[in-house]
Every structure is written in structure tokens, then in C-alpha cells.
């Protein structure tokens, strides 16, 4: 049981290239997300799905696009890179015990280790 | 729009110390709370959930409250070990997951 998983781990772009950042998990989650972290910024969520099928736009989805390909990947396409996406980027995929009531959802999120992207 | 604020810090504490923490959310539907732990260049990673009624995990304390909107983290007997970056993390019950404070850096010192 490997978790999330993410590849590359590094990788460094020329302005307008594409790149595809890979996201597996092997724990049977619906729900699936990539964030991008920033100094200062925090974590900011920039696609998710809800369930394979589905994709939504996050708060900073600009200059991305998302593939859910199966219930277990979900991928993250940068079509032209600009350096203000150099960011470590972070795929999770999260899991619901519901409670009997709401504050008692028990929930977690695992997250991958990250891939940093350096735009030149 | 959904906000978790959390005092960036760093703080700076002796081993053993007691050291608290907190963080004020505006989204006043919001159902689960948590607190994450990230080291440095690492994922972030689950600490534990926030229940209303207050809730122990060794060390660690946490506390909701829902009418001021914050909840706080207290370590106790602090370890060279806990130093990392405590993320606030809020569950608007949504599909979209979690949103996340900016975080607390704490550094133990010996």
C-alpha cells in the first residue's frame, strides 16, 4: 500500500513548455486533488474531483487542466509554463467516515510527497 | 470566500515548554476541523482531528470553539522533534476538500 504517489519528484521547464505532473493513489478514494504551495501562500487548491469522472476548478486554476483518468489517477497538465508556476505541487486523495453527526466526520487527506517545478 | 488565519510565528520555545496556538476561521457553516503537521519540503501530514468536545492525543490538545470561531493546539513538554509548520485545516463540507491556513512555524530549541 503505496499511498498517493507522484511523479516526477523534480523538474525544471523552459517558459512555454508542457509538462504532466502524475498523481496515483492505491487506497480505492473518490475524491482526488492538486494543490500548489508557495512561500507565504499556503496551500491553494487548484483542481479536484469528486469522484472519477468528475473535475472542478479549484481557487487558482488558471494555466492548468486536469485528467481524472480512472478511479486510482488524476493528472495535471501545464500546456504552456510561465515562471509564475514554479510552486511544489501536491496531489491528495481523502477519505469520509461519516458520523452520526457532522463534527463527528472523521476525515483525512493523505498527500503525496510533492513534485517541485522550477520555470526558467 | 472561506479563510483559516493563523499567526505565521516562528515561535521560538525551550524544550519542555508549553506551547499553544491558534487559528480563527470565517466560514461559520464549517463542520470538521483539523490540525496538520508539515516539515520541511515534506507532504503535510494529518496530527488530529478537532471535536467540539475538546480532544487529547498524548501531548497534544486541541479545542473548538464554534461561537468566537477558532480553534487551538497545545503542546505540552515540548520535543526538539515537534519542531514543523502546524496547518489550521477547515471542512466547509463541501466537495472541494479542505482549506488551509498559511500555517504556524514552530522551532524547539535545546
Known amino acids: 500500500n503505496a499511498g498517493v504517489t507522484q511523479t516526477p519528484k523534480f523538474q525544471v521547464l523552459k517558459t512555454g513548455q508542457s509538462m504532466t505532473l502524475q498523481c496515483a493513489q492505491d487506497?480505492?478514494?473518490?475524491?482526488m486533488y492538486w494543490y500548489r504551495q508557495d512561500p507565504g501562500m499556503g496551500l491553494r487548491l487548484i483542481y479536484y474531483?469528486?469522484?472519477?469522472?468528475?473535475?472542478d476548478k479549484g481557487e487558482v486554476p488558471n494555466g492548468y487542466n486536469v485528467s481524472r483518468l480512472n478511479k486510482r489517477e488524476f493528472s495535471l497538465r501545464l500546456e504552456s509554463a510561465a515562471p509564475s508556476q514554479t510552486s511544489v505541487y501536491f496531489c491528495?486523495?481523502?477519505?469520509?467516515?461519516?458520523?452520526?453527526?457532522?463534527?463527528?466526520?472523521?476525515?483525512?487527506?493523505?498527500f503525496g510527497p510533492g513534485t517541485r517545478l522550477l520555470v526558467l | 470566500r472561506k479563510e483559516v488565519e493563523q499567526d505565521p510565528g516562528p515561535f521560538n520555545v525551550p524544550e519542555g515548554a508549553t506551547v499553544a496556538f491558534n487559528c480563527t476561521y470565517s466560514?461559520?457553516?464549517?463542520?470538521?476541523f483539523f490540525w496538520y503537521r508539515q516539515d520541511c519540503r515534506k507532504e503535510p501530514k494529518l496530527l488530529m482531528s478537532?471535536?467540539?468536545s475538546g480532544n487529547e492525543d498524548g501531548r497534544f490538545t486541541a479545542q473548538l470553539n464554534r461561537a468566537s470561531q477558532y480553534i487551538s493546539l497545545l503542546i505540552r513538554d515540548s520535543k526538539l522533534s515537534d519542531s514543523a509548520t502546524y496547518l489550521c485545516?477547515?471542512?466547509?463540507?463541501?466537495?472541494?476538500?479542505?482549506?488551509f491556513g498559511k500555517g504556524t512555524h514552530l522551532i524547539i530549541q535545546p
Open positions: 491528495a486523495s481523502r477519505t469520509t467516515f461519516p458520523g452520526q453527526l457532522a463534527e463527528y466526520t472523521r476525515e483525512t487527506q493523505y
Open positions: 487506497m480505492n478514494h473518490n475524491s
Open positions: 474531483s469528486a469522484s472519477e469522472g468528475t473535475t
Open positions: 466560514n461559520s457553516a464549517s463542520q470538521s
Open positions: 478537532v471535536y467540539s
Open positions: 485545516v477547515v471542512n466547509g463540507g463541501g466537495a472541494d476538500g479542505l482549506t
